[in-house]
């Protein structure tokens, strides 16, 4: 049997929460750039972040007081030339985030892609490339292009169901089902929201 596959992908780097210290803001944007310190034999690397209102720098710890033998070669010349997906590989480290006391806010940085799509098929597996919480009920009226209304319906219904909770955030992999039935359900609510679309 043919299932679906849907991939979450990041298309940037997320902001991160933190309360800025000059101004009421608490997001801050990082463009991938590092710095990196030398004392004697003792590297710290930090990765820098803007204030997104007032522009204040901040510094994120990504390693702290490590013999350069400690490192990969090839990973500091990526410090060095501010790799952006390197960035976005620290931002994903819970480690990072747990040191520097932050989250991150990955609204509007993130997009669904569909890699597969088959009308006959129940079952769709959903994989992310970084992890990115996100509400799995917001995936999946992005996924069925349905509302989020439709969406719940269908969970209450049973016509949409999973070895996985489909409430709350996540950013792991997870698959559902949704019965033909529900399919149908699914396509006449899409031609409504057109149809609400085009009288507005």
Request: aromatic share 6%; hydrophobic share 35%.
């Amino acid at each position: 049997m043919t299932t679906n596959q849907w991939l979450v992908c990041p298309t940037g780097l997320p902001l991160i929460n933190r309360r800025c210290r000059r101004c009421p803001s608490g997001r801050y944007r990082t463009y991938g750039k590092f710095r990196v310190n030398a004392n004697h034999k003792l590297l710290d690397v930090w990765l820098l972040a803007l204030c997104s209102r007032c522009g204040e720098t901040i510094k994120l710890t990504v390693l702290e007081r490590v013999t350069v033998r400690a490192i990969d070669p090839s990973t500091l010349t990526r410090f060095h030339d501010n790799d952006p997906e390197l960035a976005a590989t620290v931002l994903a480290d819970p480690a990072v985030l747990r040191r520097n006391n932050v989250s991150l806010d990955w609204d509007g940085a993130w997009t669904l892609r569909r890699e597969r799509t088959d009308a006959r098929a129940v079952d769709t597996s959903i994989r992310f490339v970084r992890r990115i919480p996100v509400r799995r009920t917001r995936l999946l009226s992005a996924g069925l292009e349905v509302p989020g209304r439709e969406v719940r319906r269908l969970i209450a219904e049973g016509l949409l169901t999973s070895a996985h909770r489909l409430t709350g955030k996540s950013a792991g992999d997870f698959s559902f089902t949704l019965r033909r039935s529900a399919q149908r359900s699914r396509r006449l609510a899409g031609d409504q929201a057109a149809g609400e679309g085009l009288g507005s």
